[in-house]
């Protein structure tokens, strides 16, 4: 190899046994195939960074496709493109391996010397995006744990540079702007000059603005599901790739103060709501239409395909943030079941956005009390127990679950004793038995 180096403690120390164990298995089915297998990409760079990456990306040199049958033979979930030779194979736990081969046939690489990588290894590391992405570690029963490093990807890690390939990177797939901003921004890379220049190129040149609206939305996708978008959001700004992408799209320090809030509640929020990640993202892009004109957030609404739940949930968000205001302000008290009343039907993604997008502090605090508290809470008794009471099926008893919700909400039954007394007192005529049971 060009450049190696030893990573067989590293890997005891910084993978778990089971990791360990898998790659193991992995690289002996391929030798077992007369093929070899090579741990790549993200993986690799955040081994050496120190940091868990679950997702594991196999190369294998020789017939990917006969590799994932082998494993499907063994019992294992697969998953395979034939016309790209990629898949995925699915290990307990449950855990997904992807799996690519190696471009040219594997025949022309027999595994004669193990220590002499063939370059068909070295060609599919070079389509990759940059150095620090572009390295791989062997898995292969001799040359186990040795990193194969063609592009200076270990030497960029260490001094923190983030750095295309070649010159053509952003030509060839523009969409690895966003990739670059991303990596530089979590990883806290730096992006190498030279790197920086092509990258503006590729903005001002309009090749962003070329990417297929669906592209652009899974990259923005991406982009806002990391733990912290602001940093990438702003970079972008930086480079101009906002304004090219989104014609008239006006980020300013609004949007900054926006995603920030919104970051910050759903750190603090996230485990008292059911999982959000479905709607989170199309709030993050809230935050960034936030300050444009209706114009602007429909176009970029057609821009991005997106589909009518995704258009709902963010024309909710943007249109509605005023009358929402209107609905849960109010200078005195209001009770929690009139918040809860007026927030029906609003998924708590927009929930959560209109908190951090408004300016008034009491409509903040109640959406916030809403997410935390309100939106959770639910009678004890149930409606068997209403019947149970002796109360007749049909609409009474929904209408009396929600009578009692409100009752519980706003305070005034805390025990289940107290809510069957309760209901007894406001329903009397209506329970024929009371006799419980
Ligand atoms: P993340 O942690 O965000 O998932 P990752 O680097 O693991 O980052 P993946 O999208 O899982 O990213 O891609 C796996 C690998 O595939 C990358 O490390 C990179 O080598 C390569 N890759 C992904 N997308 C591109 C692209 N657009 N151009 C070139 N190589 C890419």
Not at 23 to 45: H, I, K, N, P, Q
Not at 53 to 73: C, S, T, Y
Not at 143 to 168: A, E, P, Q
Not at 291 to 299: L, N
Request: net charge positive; hydrophobic share 45%; charged share 30%.
């Amino acid at each position: 190899y060009p450049w190696q180096e030893d990573l067989t403690d590293l890997m005891v120390r910084r993978l778990s046994e089971e990791t360990n164990d898998l790659l193991r298995r992995l690289g002996r089915m391929a030798e077992s195939l007369s093929m070899r297998a090579y741990a790549v990409g993200g993986f690799v760079r955040d081994l050496l960074l120190g940091r868990t990456n679950l997702d594991l990306d196999i190369v294998i040199e020789g017939d990917g496709v006969a590799f994932m049958k082998a494993w499907e033979r063994e019992g294992y979930r697969v998953s395979v493109h034939e016309r790209f030779r990629t898949g995925m194979i699915v290990f307990p736990g449950p855990r997904k391996v992807d799996v690519a081969t190696a471009r040219r046939e594997f025949y022309e690489f027999p595994v004669a010397q193990p220590t002499v990588a063939s370059d068909s290894l070295k060609h599919d590391l070079y389509r990759r995006d940059f150095t620090v992405n572009a390295m791989a570690i062997a898995l292969g029963e001799r040359d186990w744990g040795t990193l194969v490093d063609y592009f200076g990807g270990r030497r960029d890690l260490r001094r923190g540079f983030l750095k295309v390939l070649h010159n053509l990177s952003f030509v060839e797939d523009p969409t690895r702007v966003f990739r670059a901003v991303r990596l530089e921004q979590r990883l806290k890379l730096k992006m190498e000059e030279n790197t920086v220049r092509l990258l503006t190129s590729c903005v001002r040149g309009g090749l962003l603005s070329l990417l297929s609206g669906l592209r652009v939305k899974s990259e923005v996708e991406i982009l806002f599901h990391e733990a912290l978008p602001l940093p990438a959001i702003r970079r972008l700004r930086e480079f101009g790739a906002w304004e090219v992408l989104f014609p008239g799209l006006a980020v300013d320090s609004r949007t900054d103060r926006v995603v920030r809030r919104l970051t910050v509640f759903f750190r603090r929020l996230h485990r008292d709501l059911p999982p959000l990640e479905a709607s989170l993202w199309l709030v993050y892009l809230a935050s960034l239409l936030f300050g444009s004109d209706e114009a602007v957030q429909r176009s970029v609404m057609d821009r991005l395909h997106l589909t009518p739940a995704e258009r709902h949930v963010l024309s909710l968000a943007l249109f509605s943030l005023g009358a929402a205001e209107n609905d849960l302000g109010g200078r005195g008290e209001r009770r929690p079941s009139e918040i809860c009343r007026a927030l029906t039907g609003v998924p708590l993604a927009v929930c959560l956005f209109w908190a951090a997008a408004t300016e008034r502090q009491r409509i903040r605090r109640r959406l916030l009390l809403f997410l935390t508290r309100w939106h959770k809470v639910r009678p004890m008794l149930t409606g068997r127990d209403i019947l149970d009471l002796g109360y007749r099926r049909g609409p009474l008893v929904g209408k009396i679950l929600d009578a009692l919700l409100t009752a519980r909400l706003d305070g005034s039954v805390e025990t289940r004793e107290e809510e069957i007394q309760w209901v007894l007192d406001t329903y009397p005529g209506a329970a024929p038995d009371t006799e419980r049971k």
